[in-house]
């Protein structure tokens, strides 16, 4: 169906219609010419009257006009986005179209032939089009980022994105920052409860959680002394039963603070020993929930074909960036061990999901976990670990992780700041595209990057269960309390008229 024809001076990156009939936003359009079948994406419309111009301001003569209203010209006008020669292996164009080459509407078996076919996971359907949109799993290794303002659609995407994962065989592993998918109806769930075992980290490691600068050189040769033997010590203890389980954590809380006690013979040494105390303690209080040597390492707990959640609900943000930060180092440690001899580490690629990423990748602030998910950004994809970030401030992210986030799903951004921080954080984000973000509806996105084999503006599918990221029932709370309260109060009143 013709929707208009070319006017004007056009481009192989873009060109102007005048349309024929009122034409959507995010249409998908066919212009052939010269043996090019072009396809591109409408992506601004305007509409207007040459006798109502933007020089028009006499209000009379709108009046007037408006009483014989079929006699007023109208146009609309499209701006088309060129996306690719569909009869030249979906490259650009490149001549572009003349003036009057009429554009018709795409047909859906056009359209299935880009989005439908390549992929094997799919993650809804092009807008206002019977089109399903599928993603190339592969491609989520080199990264994914998922932004949106709040209420817009992450938890949604990333609980269908993470079921259907799981679905083909696949591994995610989401650190759920508020619990959102920990007592979800997501299929083939895996909860993993926060814990962090000594016996599984390296003495840079330790040093780091306490907070030992990496100038401070004697107190962190103490530490790593001390650490190293008690660690030893107790691994040989468990190996020959001569430590119960139920005392590991007191034993290696004691054995550490006996050895560090016996560091450091000279002034200089004593003082480093007392502060490596002192840090050692500090450390043994603000992490003595997640620290338990009963736990078994993380590359044992996370299973193939399962979407493994750890929950970090109950930690303050500290023991959340300790958690999440070891996790990567060992997830990253444990597959590139498996490449190396095939016999040890984690025997399954793995897709890694940060939620609320801002806090953990600040551009602002350096955490432990923006140390290793920027060494999975650069390293992760020759080793099967591929990381997604979801957030909804982007502005606020690391902007060295998010443009090595090759593929996006960006549902409804309004912040005219993070739209342009988006677009200039990505190769493959037009400007075009990025006006559109702020029109999208819940579950709406636009796709870009390798997981699709071009840009798309898809409606998310809905997630079929419960998932704690939507909207609370204000209304139906607010009722429930009130009914409580009525509840109680009358075992009040009978309990006084017992009383009486």
Known sequence: MIIGYVIGQATTQEALILAERPVRLG???????????ALGLITNVTRGSPMLDDNMNDIEIVQRLKQFNNSIPVYTKAKVKMLCDMNNHFLMPDIPPFAGTPA???????????????????????????????????????????????????????????????????????????????????????????????????????????????????????????????TNEIRKKLKEGQIPFSTLNSQFYELMRDELETQGNSDKKSSAKDEVLNKFEEFMDRY????????????????????????????????????????????????????????????????????????????????????????????????????????????????????????????????????????????????DLAEQLSSLDVGEAIIIGKIVKLPAVVKIDIFEGKLLGSDPDMIGEWKRAEENERIAKGFADFGTEIGD
């Open 27 to 37: 249409t998908y359009v066919v212009l052939e010419y010269d043996n090019v079948k």
């Open 104 to 230: 018709r509407e795409a047909e859906d078996e056009e359209l299935k032939s880009i989005y439908s076919q390549d992929g094997q996971i799919r993650i809804g359907s092009l807008i206002g089009k019977n089109v399903e949109v599928k993603l190339n799993i592969n491609s989520f290794a080199r990264h994914l980022a998922i932004l949106a303002a709040t209420g817009s659609g992450k938890s949604n995407t990333v609980a269908v994105l993470s079921q259907r994962i799981s679905e083909l065989g696949g591994s995610v592993l989401i650190f759920d920052y508020h619990g959102e998918y920990y007592d979800s109806d997501i299929k083939n769930l895996n909860r993993i409860e926060p814990k962090l075992n000594p016996l599984y980290m390296t003495p840079r490691e330790f040093s780091t959680l306490l907070e030992i600068r990496e100038n401070a050189i004697i107190q962190y040769r103490i530490l790593r002394r001390a650490f190293i033997k008690v």
């Open 288 to 431: 003595s929930n997640v620290i338990d040597l009963t736990s078994s390492d993380i590359i044992e707990k996370v299973k193939r074909g399962k979407v493994n959640v750890v929950s970090l609900t109950q930690l303050d943000e500290d023991s959340m960036d300790a958690v999440v930060s070891h996790y990567l180092r060992r997830i990253l440690d444990s597959r590139k061990d498996f490449k190396r001899s095939k016999n040890s580490g984690l025997k399954f690629p793995i897709i890694a999901v940060i939620e609320e990423a801002h806090v953990f990748l600040s551009k602002n602030e350096n955490t432990l976990t923006k140390y290793w998910a920027s060494r999975i950004a650069r390293e992760g994809r020759k080793f099967g670990v591929g990381l997604t970030i979801v957030s909804q401030r982007p502005k606020g992210l690391d902007e060295n992780i998010l443009s090595q986030m090759t593929n996006k799903i960006i549902l409804k951004i309004i912040e005219p700041t993070d739209k342009k921080y988006i677009l200039e954080s990505s190769d493959n984000l037009s400007e």
